[in-house]
Nanobody
Framework: QVQLVESGGGLVQPGGSLRLSCVAS????????MGWYRQAPGKQRELVAR???????NYADSVKGRFTISRDNAKNTVYLQMKSLKPEDPAIYYC????????????WGQGTQVTVSS
């Protein structure tokens, strides 16, 4: 069973930056598209960034130009560089693989909390 471990969250001021990491264990990581998702209190989990096994990326409109997703297949790790953080960005951030049609494949990890506050 694949385990997902997210890290790198924290408290940052508006306009600040954070870099999230997600390590996946126990699977052939490189063949899967990987996504970063977030869930704010009272809201549904949403996909914010995705990267295919070949490195193609796409982003939710709300984070385009501010967030960058990348991956290191040798380390089974996917990253999310977040810049210009806004008050609407706070959430628990999760990663997961999908089957190519955006259906997630693995059990969710514990996520990492991002808080934006002055």
């Amino acid at each position: 069973q694949v385990q997902l471990v997210e890290s790198g969250g924290g408290l940052v001021q508006p306009g600040g930056s954070l870099r999230l990491s997600c390590v996946a264990s126990g699977s052939i990581f490189s063949i899967y598209a990987m996504g970063w998702y977030r869930q704010a209190p009272g809201k549904q989990r949403e996909l914010v960034a995705r990267i295919t096994g070949r490195g193609s990326t796409n982003y939710a409109d709300s984070v385009k130009g501010r967030f960058t997703i990348s991956r290191d297949n040798a380390k089974n790790t996917v990253y999310l560089q977040m810049k210009s953080l806004k008050p609407e960005d706070p959430a628990i951030y999760y990663c997961n693989a999908d089957d190519g049609d955006y259906a997630t494949l693995w059990d969710w990890g514990q996520g990492t909390q991002v808080t934006v506050s002055s």
